[in-house]
């Protein structure tokens, strides 16, 4: 639609960012992803940008965060979830210790 206009789109899928955004929804430290898996908010500001000055339709900043979104497309599902499985596991126990979060399916 406005590719006879000098208008730029450039969708940002970012993934996890490191903001206040969890601490404020009241989320705990089981909650929150992994810290390898999140990018800085400067760092995904500068990412983002640099994928909007070249133009890109879209942009996934931080490896980590393209690598799980090519890896999700490419994968057959039973291998996403052997890859990913001990990761969400690791996630519902630290969840469900002692101040990290309600149990798995409490409510």
Sequence with gaps: ELASTAVVVTQVCPGPVETEFMAVAGASEAERPPGFLSLSARRCAELSL????????????GLMNK?????????PRFMLRLALGPMARSMRRR????????APGAS
């Design 95 to 102: 969840q469900a210790l002692p101040g990290g979060g309600d």
């Design 50 to 61: 640099r994928g909007f000055e070249r133009n890109r339709a879209m942009v996934l900043p």
């Design 67 to 75: 690598l799980s979104v090519w890896m999700g497309l490419l994968m």
